[in-house]
C-alpha cells in the first residue's frame, strides 16, 4: 500500500513539473513579460498579483505571498500572510499588447492558500471545489452553461454614463445595432483564450447584448464567467465605451440576467434524460429541481448579490419573480429547454451578472444534490404565464415569491442552514457583513425619485 502511494505521489510530482515545464516555454514563446495571478474576493470582484518573467518559476510554484487583510472579507492584519496557489490548467495569454515593446500578459486562477499550506476558508473558487469533491462522491458531476448579459454605454469626461450607442433591439443588425463590431472583437477575444463561443447578439434593450458559451464542468464555466467579464470590460474600454454587468442600470427597460443551464452526469450519460418518463425527465432531473426550488429564496442573496439586483426581478421585464418551474414559458423561475437526450438540462433564470460566480454555482449544486438525497418533488410545471395569473391562481397553486430586495433575502439566507453549511462559516459571516452594511448604506440614501415625488407635495 505504501509503495504504491509513493508510486503515485512521484507520478504526480512529474507530471507537475512537466506541465510547469511547459507553461514556462509556451509563456517565452508567446513573448509573455508579465504574469497574472488571479482570484476572486468573496464579493466576486477580481483581483490579482502581477509578477514580471523573473518570477514566473516562484509562481508556478506557488510561492507568491499577498496582503490578504486588503482583500474584502479575507483576513484581519495581524492574519494577513496568504499564499496564491496557481491552478496549472488555467494557463492562458490574453490576446492584446499593453505595452509598446510587444510584451505580452498570462494568466493563472488561483485558489488561496493559508502559510500552513492548508485551504483558506474565505476562498471562493475553494468553496465551489468542495461540492464539486462532494458530488463526486455521490458519483455525479455538474455541467453548467451560461448565458451572460451586460450593457455598453458611452463614456463622457471620462466618466461611464447610462447613454447608449445604439437603438437596437432583440437580434437587430447593423446600423441599428452599433455594438455589433464591438460583440465580435469580443468574441474574438474570448476564443483566443479557449472559449467555445456559442452565440452572440443583441438583447431586448437598446444597448444591451448576450454571449453565450458552451456548456462544461462546473469549476471551468465558473473561471469561465470570471474571465469573460474582464475581457468584455477591457474590450469596451479599449473601444472608448463602458460594459456593465449592473443588473438594473436603467428604469423602466429589462435588466441583465446570468441564465445558468444545469445537467448531471455520471459516465458520459445525461442523467436528467428517461425517454419513458413523464416529459422524458428522469427523476434525478425532478429531484434536482425541487432542490433548486426549495433553497431558491436561501441562496437568493449570493446569486442575486446587490441592492440593485432586485430592480430587475419584478413583473414586466421577463425576469422571475415566481419560485415555480415550467417547460415552456419563461416567466417562472426555473425552465427545461426543449431538447432532450444529450442535451436535457435545466435552466435557472433569476441570477443576474453581478454574483460571484464560484459561490453562485457552488450554492446551485449544493441545492441540486439536497434535492436528490431527499428525493423533493418539484410538483408538476407550471406552464402557464405566471404574470397574468390571478392572486387567487398562485395562492391555489402554492406559487411562492422570490425575496423582493436585499434586506428579504439576507433574512432568507440566515433561515437556510443547507446554504450556510455548503458557504461555510468564514464566508457567510462576511458576506452577510457587507451586505446589511449595503443595505443600511441603501436606505438612508434619499434618492431623486422620492425628492421629485415628495419635496414639492409635503
Known amino acids: ?34 504574469m497574472r495571478l488571479q482570484f476572486t474576493d468573496i464579493l466576486g470582484v477580481i483581483k490579482n498579483v ?36 496557481p491552478d496549472l490548467d488555467t494557463f492562458r495569454v490574453f490576446p492584446w499588447q499593453t505595452h509598446p515593446s510587444g510584451g505580452k500578459v498570462g494568466r493563472l486562477i488561483c485558489d488561496i492558500r493559508n502559510p500552513d499550506g492548508t485551504p483558506f476558508p474565505g476562498c471562493p473558487r475553494t468553496t465551489l471545489k468542495k461540492v464539486i469533491a462532494l458530488a463526486a462522491e455521490r458519483g455525479v458531476a455538474l455541467r453548467a452553461g451560461p448565458e451572460a448579459e451586460f450593457f455598453l454605454f458611452q463614456v463622457r469626461d471620462g466618466a461611464p454614463t447610462t447613454q447608449t450607442h445604439d437603438a437596437g433591439g432583440y437580434f437587430d443588425l447593423t446600423p441599428v445595432d452599433r455594438g ?16 467555445h463561443v456559442e452565440a452572440a447578439h443583441h ?41 456593465t454587468f449592473m443588473p438594473k442600470p436603467i428604469y423602466g427597460i429589462n435588466g441583465s440576467g446570468l441564465h445558468v443551464h444545469q445537467s ?32 431558491a429564496r436561501g441562496f437568493c442573496a449570493i446569486t442575486n448579490p446587490l441592492v440593485n439586483s432586485y430592480k430587475r426581478l419584478v413583473p414586466g421585464y421577463e425576469a422571475p419573480t415566481s419560485v415555480v418551474w415550467s417547460e415552456r414559458n419563461r ?25 460571484n460566480p464560484y459561490l453562485a454555482l457552488a450554492v446551485m449544486l449544493r441545492s441540486g444534490l439536497d434535492g436528490l438525497a431527499h428525493r423533493m418533488d418539484p410538483g408538476p410545471p407550471i406552464n402557464k404565464d405566471i404574470f397574468r395569473m390571478s392572486h387567487r391562481e398562485r395562492r391555489h397553486l402554492r ?13 432568507a439566507l ?29 436606505i438612508r440614501h434619499v434618492s431623486p425619485w422620492e425628492t421629485e415625488r415628495y419635496l414639492k407635495t409635503y
Open 1 to 34: 500500500m505504501t509503495t504504491t502511494v509513493q508510486h503515485d505521489d512521484t507520478r504526480s510530482s512529474d507530471t507537475a513539473r512537466a506541465r510547469r515545464a511547459a507553461i514556462l516555454e509556451a509563456a517565452e514563446r508567446a513573448g509573455v513579460k508579465f
Open 50 to 85: 502581477e509578477v514580471p518573467d523573473r518570477q514566473f518559476e516562484d509562481a508556478l510554484d506557488g510561492r507568491i505571498m499577498f496582503d490578504g487583510s486588503s482583500i474584502e472579507g479575507f483576513v484581519r492584519t495581524e492574519e494577513s500572510d496568504m499564499f496564491l496557489e
Open 180 to 195: 455589433e463590431d464591438v460583440r465580435r472583437e469580443i468574441v474574438l477575444a474570448l476564443e483566443a483564450m479557449g472559449f
Open 203 to 243: 438583447e431586448v434593450a437598446a444597448g444591451q447584448h448576450e454571449i453565450d458559451f458552451r456548456h462544461d464542468d462546473v469549476l471551468t464555466t465558473a473561471d469561465n464567467i470570471s474571465t469573460f467579464r474582464l475581457v468584455v470590460k477591457h474590450v469596451a474600454l479599449r473601444n472608448g465605451l463602458h460594459a
Open 264 to 295: 448531471l452526469f455520471a459516465g458520459g450519460r445525461n442523467l436528467f434524460f428517461d425517454a419513458q418518463a413523464d416529459w422524458q425527465l428522469a427523476d434525478t432531473c425532478l429531484h434536482y429541481i425541487g432542490g433548486l426550488l426549495r433553497h
Open 331 to 355: 416567466s417562472p423561475l426555473l425552465r427545461v429547454p426543449a431538447q432532450r437526450g444529450a442535451e436535457t438540462r435545466v435552466e435557472l433564470r433569476m441570477p443576474d451578472p453581478s454574483c
Open 399 to 411: 406559487i411562492d415569491d422570490l425575496p423582493r430586495n436585499l434586506s428579504e433575502a439576507l433574512d
Open 414 to 442: 440566515e433561515k437556510d442552514d443547507l446554504i450556510r453549511e455548503c458557504l461555510g462559516e468564514h464566508i457567510f459571516g462576511n458576506f452577510l457583513e457587507a451586505k446589511r452594511a449595503e443595505w443600511f448604506d441603501y
